[in-house]
Nanobody, 127 residues
Framework: QVQLVESGGGLVQAGGSLRLSCTAS????????WGWFRQAPGKGREFVAA????????YYADSVKGRFTISRDNAKNTVYLQMNSLKPEDTAVYYC????????????????????WGQGTQVTVSS
């Protein structure tokens, strides 16, 4: 079982930036695609971004394209989500997730495509 620990959430004004981190407890991390999802109050879990094992391929929701960047450091077992130009509608609990598909692509956007999840970190953007 992969354990994922997220950090970096908080309160920020609209237009500001945050960087989320998610660190895995196992070295097998390097072979798997990763994703970030978010869930706003009263809404379902929404895909945000994904990255393949080598960082050669990334995928973004239209709502964050051009503002958010997903990246990973396999040596540190960590994936990041750099969030710039934040908007109040970005307010949500953000979750990292791993898809247990060795050397798989980044093109999976459904929450049921992912096997392991972090505990979530709150991001609040004030207007």
């Amino acid at each position: 079982q992969v354990q994922l620990v997220e950090s970096g959430g908080g309160l920020v004004q609209a237009g500001g930036s945050l960087r989320l981190s998610c660190t895995a407890s196992t070295r097998t991390f390097y072979a798997y695609p990763w994703g970030w999802f978010r869930q706003a109050p009263g809404k379902g879990r929404e895909f945000v971004a994904a990255i393949n094992w080598s960082s050669a391929s990334t995928y973004y929701a239209d709502s964050v394209k051009g503002r958010f960047t997903i990246s990973r450091d396999n040596a540190k077992n960590t994936v990041y989500l750099q969030m710039n130009s934040l908007k109040p509608e970005d307010t949500a609990v953000y979750y990292c997730a791993v898809r247990r598909s060795p050397y798989g692509s980044a093109s999976y956007i459904g929450e049921y495509d992912y096997n392991d999840w972090g505990q979530g970190t709150q991001v609040t953007v004030s207007s």
